[in-house]
């Protein structure tokens, strides 16, 4: 069964038809907003399952729209936390990406301005290795990302698309090795994107994360997951209460290999490691579970079915 990622708006009216026909064909939500009148649910949806839920979604004024970067967490890395590189590019980048249905974290280097000093920290490193993607905001100077790259690249295990203000020819030729994607005109700016061009460089960089992302998925393809990560979101939802007091909006972020439950490591960490997914098989046999980087926060990387030999 292929799980195609999907975003539905539509209003509060009897949207709860909707949810119930997503668990009853097989998918999942992802995520749930309800903004005054309106409600957008992010979800995993069964392929052959779509133009019944466009079917269903019609008479309630709904509408479903393909998102491709659902189910995925990205890191958007500023050189700094400064005027220099914050906010404009960086937010409008991440704030993009979730129109998209990606989960967005900032993350903004406490060392990463200047070509001579530029520097990433073991910790900022980690972090991003956390994600499922990263994304570099550069400047405008070639000669700076020439520089500053080696360092920045160095450790770095998740694929990472670069944006800076030189063309796209021109970052191929001062970044060697390549990246897995290049973005050029998206350098240091102090407005908003609203122009034109602008909302097409922010389309540009949708499409080459979604093409990265869909590389990443047919490599998962080769080797399945033991367990869907979003199905293992709905059983920790079920049987650890506390996950319900979590004030984020997003208290279990679901990877395209794993998920962040955002609960402290060591009250509960154990609890999860011990839940059945299965008749006989818990969780930890099925996943590497460690803390995060990220405020102690949970972290669960699922087991290939190379490694456990099982599929649940």
Same mark, same amino acid.
């Given at each position: 069964?292929?799980?195609?990622?999907?975003?539905?708006?539509?209003?509060?009216?009897?949207?709860?038809?909707?949810?119930?026909?997503?668990?009853?064909?097989?998918?999942?939500?992802?995520?749930?907003?309800?903004?005054?009148?309106?409600?957008?649910?992010?979800?995993?949806?069964?392929?052959?399952?779509?133009?019944?839920?466009?079917?269903?979604?019609?008479?309630?004024?709904?509408?479903?729209?393909?998102?491709?970067?659902? +189910?995925?967490?990205?890191?958007?890395?500023?050189?700094?936390?400064?005027?220099?590189?914050?906010?404009?590019?960086?937010?409008?980048?991440?704030?993009?990406?979730?129109?998209?249905?990606?989960?967005?974290?900032?993350?903004?280097?406490?060392?990463?301005?200047?070509?001579?000093?530029?520097?990433?920290?073991?910790?900022?490193?980690?972090?991003?290795?956390?994600?499922?993607?990263?994304?570099?905001?550069?400047?405008?100077?070639?000669?700076?990302?020439?520089?500053?790259?080696?360092?920045?690249?160095?450790?770095?295990?998740?694929?990472?698309?670069?944006?800076?203000?030189?063309?796209?020819?021109?970052?191929?030729?001062?970044?060697?090795?390549?990246?897995?994607?290049?973005?050029?005109?998206?350098?240091?700016?102090?407005?908003?994107?609203?122009? *034109?061009?602008?909302?097409?460089?922010?389309?540009?960089?949708?499409?080459?994360?979604?093409?990265?992302?869909?590389?990443?998925?047919?490599?998962?393809?080769?080797?399945?997951?033991?367990?869907?990560?979003?199905?293992?979101?709905?059983?920790?939802?079920?049987?650890?209460?506390?996950?319900?007091?979590?004030?984020? *909006?997003? *208290?279990?972020?679901?990877?395209?290999?794993?998920?962040?439950?955002?609960?402290?490591?060591?009250?509960?960490?154990?609890?999860?490691?011990?839940?059945?997914?299965?008749? +006989?098989?818990?969780?930890?046999?099925?996943?590497?579970?460690? *803390?995060?980087?990220?405020?102690?926060?949970?972290?669960?990387?699922?087991?290939?079915?190379?490694?456990?030999?099982?599929?649940?």
């Amino acid at each position: 069964m292929i799980l195609v990622p999907i975003t539905y708006k539509g209003g509060v009216f009897r949207h709860d038809e909707i949810l119930d026909l997503i668990e009853d064909v097989g998918g999942y939500i992802i995520q749930k907003h309800m903004i005054a009148q309106e409600v957008v649910l992010q979800a995993l949806v069964p392929k052959d399952d779509i133009d019944t839920l466009k079917k269903v979604s019609r008479p309630l004024a709904g509408e479903v729209i393909p998102a491709p970067l659902v +189910g995925t967490e990205i890191a958007v890395v500023s050189m700094s936390v400064e005027i220099h590189h914050l906010p404009h590019a960086s937010c409008d980048i991440a704030e993009y990406l979730r129109t998209a249905g990606a989960k967005t974290n900032m993350v903004g280097l406490a060392r990463g301005f200047g070509k001579r000093i530029g520097l990433l920290s073991d910790e900022e490193r980690d972090i991003i290795n956390e994600h499922d993607l990263a994304i570099y905001l550069f400047g405008n100077f070639e000669t700076c990302i020439k520089e500053k790259m080696p360092t920045f690249r160095r450790g770095i295990k998740v694929p990472f698309i670069v944006c800076g203000g030189p063309s796209k020819e021109a970052l191929k030729k001062i970044i060697d090795p390549p990246a897995a994607g290049y973005i050029g005109g998206m350098g240091r700016f102090m407005h908003r994107t609203k122009e *034109p061009h602008e909302i097409a460089m922010l389309d540009e960089i949708v499409a080459e994360v979604s093409r990265i992302i869909d590389q990443k998925r047919a490599m998962i393809a080769k080797d399945p997951l033991s367990v869907t990560p979003a199905r293992l979101m709905d059983i920790i939802l079920e049987n650890v209460p506390d996950i319900h007091e979590v004030t984020s *909006p997003v *208290p279990v972020v679901v990877q395209m290999d794993g998920l962040r439950v955002k609960l402290p490591y060591d009250p509960f960490a154990k609890e999860i490691k011990n839940i059945e997914v299965e008749s +006989g098989i818990r969780i930890v046999d099925i996943c590497d579970i460690h *803390p995060s980087r990220m405020r102690d926060y949970i972290l669960l990387k699922v087991k290939p079915f190379s490694e456990t030999g099982m599929l649940v």
